[in-house]
């Protein structure tokens, strides 16, 4: 089974900037779709974003689309979410997974996002 760790989250102001990483245990990490999500208190986790196998195309969540960026290294098996022009709705704990649901990793703990107003 493979394992996920998300880390980078933080405290940071509206306007501010964070980056993700998501490093992924296992060969298979190469030949999945990788997304990330996130969950915030009250809510059911929602999909942010998600990229290629070979990291050429990329979707967003329109909530997201023209702040964040989602990129990947298949040598690292790391996949990253650069967050830009942070609002304070974007607070929520962070997850990395597979986009395609038959084919899970473990999910990790994930990372908190906080962003004060």
């Known amino acids: 089974q493979v394992h996920v760790v998300e880390s980078g989250g933080g405290l940071v102001q509206a306007g501010g900037s964070l980056r993700l990483s998501c490093a992924a245990s296992?060969?298979?990490?190469?030949?999945?779709?990788m997304g990330w999500y996130r969950q915030a208190p009250g809510k059911e986790r929602e999909f942010v974003a998600r990229?290629?196998?070979?990291?050429?195309?990329?979707v967003y969540a329109s909530s997201v689309k023209g702040r964040f960026a989602i990129s990947r290294d298949n040598a690292q098996n790391t996949v990253y979410l650069q967050m830009n022009s942070l609002k304070p709705e974007d607070t929520a704990i962070y997850y990395c997974?597979?986009?395609?649901?038959?084919?899970?990793?473990?999910w990790g703990q994930g990372t908190q996002v906080t962003v004060s107003s």
């Open positions: 990229v290629s196998r070979s990291g050429g195309t990329t």
């Open positions: 997974n597979t986009i395609d649901i038959t084919s899970r990793f473990s």
């Open positions: 296992g060969r298979t990490f190469s030949r999945q779709d």
